[in-house]
Structures are given as C-alpha cells and as structure tokens.
C-alpha cells in the first residue's frame, strides 16, 4: 500500500500537455494555422503565374501571346510549336552546349568550394578568419564593375570565343565557400582531431571524412550552380560569337528579328530550357532542402 510519503515529489510527476485558450495542445490556433496555409498557397500561386503563362503562350500563335484579355487556355493548342522549334534552330546543339559548361563549372565549383571552406573551417592558420571575410566581401561587389578587365584578360589571352573563358572565370565562387564553409563549421571537430591522431592526412580527412558527411550542402551547391550556370545570358553573350558555340539562352535570342518577333516560339524554347532544371530539381530536391536548412546552424 503506498503512504504519502512514497508518492513522487510534484516536480516528476508527470504533467499534462499544455493547452492554449482555444484548446488547441500544438501552441497555436486553428484560426492562425488556416490563414497561414491560405497565405502560402496565395504567394505560391503568384509565383507559378508566369510559369502559366510562359506555358500557354507557348501553345499559341504569336499575335495570340500578348492578347487582352489572357486567354488561359488557348481555342487551338498548337502543339507543333513544339515540332516546329527544333528545324527552326539547332536547338540540340545549343542544349548540349549548355549542359557542357554547366556541368563542367558545376563539378569544378563543387570541387573547389568544398575543399577551399575545409581550409576555412576545419584547419587553423594565422589569418584564417580575417581572409575568409575578405574573400566573401568580394559577393558585394556587383559583376559590372570587373567585367571590363576580365574580358581584357581572356582577350589577352586568346581564349575569346572559347568555352574556356567561362570555365575558368566560374570555376570558383564565394558564395560556393560561404554555403560549405557554414555546414562544415556543424560538424564536430572532434572528427578531425581524432583523424590526426590516427595520423590521417588533411586531404585524407577532407576526402573520406568531411565530403561523405556533406552529401546534402554539396547537393545544394551543385543544383544552385547548375541552375545560375544554365540560365546564364551574359557570360556566353560577352565571350562566345560562334552560333556553334551558343548556349540554349543565347539560341532563343535567334527569334527575335530587326522588326519583329516569334514570342510564341520564344516561349516554346523556354519551356524546354527549363525541362531539365525541372527534372535535376525533383531528384535532388530532398538533399537541397536538407543542405539549404543545415548550412546556418552554426557559423
């Protein structure tokens, strides 16, 4: 039989959930839950618009895109636009052009980004903090202002109208080393220390301890990288004159005339341009998520 003496003190027993005013044990307000959810799919749905409408103009006819009032929905889907695109511009070609620098300067930026935010995080050195802000100030400083003497550089050095001038002018980014850096800076150091004991090499550490636990920062990198990679207009507009040469954005800049131009075409190249990003998106998607919300958990 239990006396009063052998009940547990009123600090360990156990308590029951805690309730709002409006009974609600998860801390807010079916009220509040419900115009929160009503808010996202508003700003969602304004996000997608252009998306619809880049969609449906490209299964219209070119005086039909700019119509007031839109017409959603066209009278006669013209799905040979999407026939038509490919005798109209070698339009295979500029997708593989495309698809070569982007996932050349993806990998290299992956590379470098991660083994230079390893230096960053993980090794000490006199200097270290100081020089790491100096080199993520330089996200400050807007691409115009250095365009000039970059292309007066890759003219110098002949490799105008090259793909290699693009590569080698994107092979490093700072803001590759700020995203790896903040989710190295999550991962104990106890890992690397212990590694030198055992008398693994730096790079050993960085190669098959660091890179393994990083899966979903690389993810995130490589997919932000493609993306800028792929939609970049400038970068081909300024070094490479070649038609053979030309990227996906600079091919669509084909059906713009001197008077004129096929918007519906133009939409009908975007929407295959953006085929891809969509599918590398929907694999990797889980690891950006996972990277994107662990990069800033400590810094």
Not at 65 to 77: N, S, T
Not at 82 to 97: A, H, K, M, Q, S
Not at 137 to 154: D, F, G, K, L, R
Not at 172 to 179: K, S
Request: net charge neutral; charged share 15%.
């Amino acid at each position: 039989m239990t006396t009063l003496h052998d009940a547990p003190p009123a600090a360990a027993r156990p308590r029951p959930p805690a309730t709002s005013e409006h009974g609600d044990r998860s801390g807010g307000s079916p009220v509040r839950k419900a115009l929160a959810y009503l808010s996202l799919t508003v700003v969602t749905l304004l996000v997608l618009v252009p998306f619809a409408w880049m969609l449906s103009s490209s299964l219209k006819r070119d005086n039909e895109v700019f119509a007031i009032p839109i017409q959603w929905i066209p009278e006669e889907l013209r799905w040979s636009n999407f026939v038509d695109i490919w005798e109209r511009i070698p339009l295979l070609t500029y997708l593989g052009n495309s698809a070569f620098l982007s996932m050349t300067i993806t990998l290299l930026q992956v590379l470098t980004g991660s083994f230079a935010a390893y230096g960053f995080s993980k090794v000490r050195f006199p200097g270290r903090d100081a020089l790491f802000l100096a080199y993520i100030a330089t996200i400050a400083v807007p691409w115009q202002a250095y365009m000039v003497p970059q292309y007066i550089m890759m003219q110098q050095a002949e490799l105008t109208n090259t793909y290699w001038a693009i590569i080698l002018l994107q092979a490093f980014g700072a803001f590759g080393v700020f995203l790896m850096r903040q989710y190295y800076m999550s991962i104990p150091d106890d890992l690397c220390e212990a590694a030198r004991i055992d008398g693994l090499s730096e790079y050993g550490i960085y190669w098959r301890i660091i890179l393994p636990l990083s899966k979903p920062a690389l993810a995130s990198l490589a997919l932000l990288t493609f993306v800028n990679t792929w939609n970049d207009y400038m970068g081909p507009f300024i070094y490479l004159s070649d038609n053979e040469l030309w990227t996906v954005q600079l091919g669509l800049r084909s059906f713009v005339g001197q008077y004129d131009a096929d918007y519906a075409m133009m939409m009908t190249g975007a929407v295959v341009s953006v085929l891809p990003i969509l599918v590398i998106f929907l694999l990797g998607q889980r690891y950006f998520i996972r990277g994107i919300a662990t990069s800033g958990l400590k810094g």
